[in-house]
Every structure is written in C-alpha cells, then in structure tokens.
C-alpha cells in the first residue's frame, strides 16, 4: 500500500517538518533520534540540518528512497531502515529522543510499541508526538479511516506509563502538510521524557 502512495515524484506530504516538530524539536537531547514511520523523511531531514543524527523507519522502500532524495538535496545524511513496526528492534536505552508524526496503528501493535519505546529511550529521553484524534474522521482532511487508529491524551497516559509528560494537549489545527494532509485536523500533541528513576 504504501510503496503505491509514495510511488510519484511529488512529496505527497510535502517536504517541510511537521509544525509541532517545528517549534519543539530543541526538547529532544542532541543525539539519535528515531522517528517512526517517516515515510518520504520530512522530519528526518529537517533534524538532520539541526545538527541531531535522524535514524528513519518505514515499511515502504519507495518512501525511504524519496527520504534519501530528500536529504541529499540538503546536504545532510540520514540513516534509513526498512522495516515493519511490529518486528523492528528499537533495542534498549538506545535512542536520545524517539518522534512520532501521525503514526497510527491497530491498538494491539500501538501498545506493545509503546511499551518498546519506554525501554528505548535512554535515561531522560524523548518521546515527541502528533497523532490524530477520532474527531480527526469528521474532518477527513487525513489520517487512517478506522476509530480505533486515532489517538488521544487518555490513550497515551495509559499506554506510556513510564514517561513524564512535560506537555500533551488535544487540539483542532489546520493540517497543510502536501496533498495527504489538507486541511483542519483535530489532533493530540504530546512530548514525554522517560523518567530517570526507572530501572535499567
């Protein structure tokens, strides 16, 4: 499904960071950053030109193509595998800082995820989120067309019970990200960091 979405030279979710990474993207450490899902590398290539080392991963090697397209175009290197989610090694206190733009997924992979995230993070790392709410399928201006995809702060203080929030919040905002996001969304925003008192 998704090598068919990306499969066309336009940046179907255009080529700019995700607002929300935009104007918080110095919460996360300096270090790696993983950033799940990233499809075409928007938001790969725009920490990389921050100084940050971008890891990006996708199911789709038509996206990651476009992602090393992408960076090239702007001087910086990312690191891309192509994998799924369900199965990928986010390995253990590996990650200064772990973002997720408008990744959504069945709720029993969320959840076992989410559980991969916590440990991945290093000590006082962070977790940084945009995701869609279920008032998101009235707007149909984006994001997956099934409820129980979506998003919300009940959600994630319930599936990320290891993290600190330092902000999480719903939110209606106007989504202009390309062709696939076109429009007012309804969406959660949430940056986390993994409590330095947990056990290793």
Known sequence: ?????????????????????????RQLPKGNILLLAEGEGRNAVFLAKQ??????????????????KLAAEHGV???????????????????DGIVSIFCHLPPTLRQDLYQRV??????????LLEGY???????????????????????????????QFSHLEELDRPVIEG??????????????SRRSDLPS
């Not at 916590?118 to 977790?127: I, S, W, Y």
């Not at 009235?138 to 702060?153: C, D, I, L, N, R």
Request: charged share 20%; glycine share 8%.
């Open 133 to 163: 709410r279920p008032k998101q399928l009235s707007y149909k201006t984006g994001g997956p067309p099934a409820v129980e995809m979506m998003q919300s702060k009940e959600i994630l203080l319930q599936e990320l019970p290891n993290l």
């Open 179 to 192: 062709i696939n996001h076109s429009g007012m969304g309804a969406v959660v925003q949430a940056i986390a």
């Open 77 to 95: 290197t990312i690191e891309t595998h192509c994998d799924d989610l369900a199965t990928f090694d986010l390995g253990h206190e590996r990650w």
């Open 1 to 25: 499904m998704w090598d068919q979405e990306y499969d066309t030279d336009t940046y179907v979710y255009g080529k700019e960071a995700n607002d929300f990474l935009q104007q918080h993207f």
């Open 118 to 127: 916590e440990r991945a993070l290093k000590p006082n790392g962070v977790f």
């Open 51 to 68: 100084g940050y080392e971008a890891t990006a991963v996708d199911l789709s090697s038509v996206g990651l193509a476009k992602a090393n």
